[in-house]
Antibody
Framework: EVQLVESGGGLVKPGGSLRLSCAAS????????MNWVRQAPGKGLEWVSSISSSSSYIYYADSVKGRFTISRDNAKNSLYLQMNSLRAEDTAVYYC?????????????WGQGTLVTVSS | AIRITQSPSSLSASTGDRVTITCRAS??????LAWYQQKPGKAPKLLIY???TLQSGVPSRFSGSGSGTDFTLTISCLQSEDFATYYCQQYYSYPWTFGQGTKVEIK
């Protein structure tokens, strides 16, 4: 059974940093691209970042480019999102989502999400 | 970025009703469109991809159609477990973008 479990969310002050993790199990992690998608309270879904299976290709939404860094450790079956210079508008539930093998950009399994709150 | 306009933003319906939700892309995206269902406090669930292909395990009362810029999600006979918010998403090109969502509520 595919499982994605996010962790690392919490309350952080504006300008602060946070690192999210996503632990994957039930599939060959190193064969799949992985993604972060967020959802502000009461709002819709927003794609944040994607990383290919071997980390060769990385993409960011303009809203986080230069502040967030996606990475993965295939040996540990883990995905990460380093978030720096956090702003109030980054407050959201952050979901880890598996990308299908082909084509890119389609998310077939999602974690339960971790809440990030940016507030003073 | 490709903009996705989803309508309506909400609708009220009764069990057994036929429900239709539409998405329009700001440029042609072929059939690179997916539909997700999200229930309160839960993660989104993939329902349909490639505009009309049902994800494994999804009931056949769900169907999708369209290509290019105009797409439709239809629930043929609404069940109690279908009351949720539905999102469309294009995966034709980065950045991947979602519609604003349609909340299907009980009438």
């Amino acid at each position: 059974e595919v499982q994605l479990v996010e962790s690392g969310g919490g309350l952080v002050k504006p300008g602060g940093s946070l690192r999210l993790s996503c632990a994957a199990s039930g599939f060959t992690f190193s064969s799949y691209s992985m993604n972060w998608v967020r959802q502000a309270p009461g709002k819709g879904l927003e794609w944040v970042s994607s990383i290919s299976s071997s980390s060769s290709y990385i993409y960011y939404a303009d809203s986080v480019k230069g502040r967030f860094t996606i990475s993965r450790d295939n040996a540990k079956n883990s995905l990460y999102l380093q978030m720096n210079s956090l702003r109030a508008e980054d407050t959201a539930v952050y979901y880890c989502a598996r990308g299908v093998v082909s084509p890119n950009g389609l998310f077939d399994y999602w974690g339960q999400g971790t809440l990030v709150t940016v507030s003073s | 970025a490709i903009r996705i306009t989803q309508s309506p933003s909400s609708l009220s319906a009764s069990t057994g009703d036929r429900v239709t939700i539409t998405c329009r892309a700001s440029q042609g995206i072929s059939s690179y469109l997916a539909w997700y269902q999200q229930k309160p406090g839960k993660a989104p669930k993939l329902l349909i991809y490639a505009a009309s292909t049902l994800q494994s395990g999804v009931p056949s009362r769900f169907s999708g159609s369209g290509s290019g810029t105009d797409f439709t999600l239809t629930i043929s006979c609404l069940q109690s477990e279908d009351f949720a918010t539905y999102y469309c998403q294009q995966y034709y090109s980065y950045p991947w973008t979602f519609g604003q969502g349609t909340k299907v509520e009980i009438k």
